[in-house]
């Protein structure tokens, strides 16, 4: 009995003696935690990817303007350029040939007994008081300059070749070249010849490249609104902010016709009576 209980002992023994047991032994601990360490890693890798999923699924909105969104973020609001909108009242319109014939009135000024069809839209304040004037975007000041008809202008460069005018100035705060940012003061409203009607206003206008836009219907509006609005085309007779020297010119030149008209006039009567001298001249020859 003795005998058989040891057998096995021997043999579990002999196979210790053998110079391969250990490093095989060795080898498959370390097989099994390798397999171990690359299990957990690719477990690890998982999880988080489903997380993320998860969460992504959980706060997904499908919005088709998502893309869009940042650019809007960035864009200005385009804002009326006085500090209390509440108080400014528009007193000249902008004309509009689809407006109805009340709006198509209240955007006419009259100078000089001559009807202008009005590229912009006069601004003021109750009983006529003076204000500040603001920028209505950020820019540049493109041009400060003083008009016989329209007082002091002052005009700012945008992004994306648009222009804003501010005309009808008292005083003039900026230079040309100065950065201003959407709020700044330019100016304060004053007088101007062309609006006199209106006392003491500011006359604004919205352009971009060479067309000209309803500065109403931009207010409080992002820029890139101006790509999708109606515009209409700039023309000298419609322009109140840059052709004001024309115009006085132009009356000049009225003026200067009646005196030419009589010129014409006593050429004619010349011409008329020099037939009546040719006979005359004849019959003398002949005696």
């Known amino acids: 009995m003795k005998e058989e209980n040891k057998a096995p002992k021997k043999g579990w023994q002999s196979i210790f003696r053998k110079k391969w047991f250990f490093p095989a032994v060795y080898l498959t601990i370390a097989a099994i935690l390798l397999a171990v360490v690359v299990w957990y890693q690719n477990m690890d890798n998982q999880l988080p990817q489903a997380g993320d999923d998860q969460e992504l699924s959980d706060n997904y909105n499908p919005n088709p303007h998502e893309d869009a969104q940042p650019v809007m973020e960035n864009q200005e609001v385009i804002k009326m350029p006085v500090a209390d909108q509440e108080q400014a009242e528009i007193v000249t319109k902008f004309?509009?040939?689809?407006?109805?014939?009340?709006?198509?009135?209240?955007?006419?000024?009259?100078?000089?007994?001559?009807?202008?069809?009005?590229?912009?839209?006069?601004?003021?304040y109750p009983d006529g008081e003076a204000f500040d004037v603001l920028a209505a975007l950020s820019g540049s000041v493109m041009e400060v300059k003083e008009d016989p008809l329209l007082g002091n202008v002052v005009i700012l460069s945008h992004d994306n070749d648009v222009t804003t005018y501010y005309a009808s100035l008292g005083e003039v705060g900026v230079e040309a070249g100065d950065e201003v940012k959407q709020g700044d003061v330019i100016g304060t409203a004053g007088e101007n010849n062309f609006g006199k009607n209106h006392g003491t206003h500011v006359h604004f206008e919205i352009r971009k490249a060479d067309q000209v836009f309803n500065p109403e219907a931009f207010f409080n509006q992002p820029v890139s609104k101006l790509d999708e609005g109606k515009s209409e085309d700039v023309s000298e007779e419609q322009d109140?902010?840059?052709?004001?020297s024309e115009e006085v010119d132009s009356e000049n030149v009225d003026e200067e016709q009646p005196a030419e008209n009589e010129n014409e006039n006593d050429n004619e009567n010349d011409n008329e009576d020099s037939p009546e001298d040719t006979p005359d001249s004849s019959s003398d020859s002949e005696e």
């Open 240 to 244: 109140t902010s840059s052709t004001s």
């Open 95 to 124: 004309f509009d040939y689809n407006a109805s014939q009340e709006d198509q009135e209240s955007a006419l000024i009259l100078h000089n007994n001559r009807y202008y069809q009005s590229t912009g839209v006069d601004i003021v």
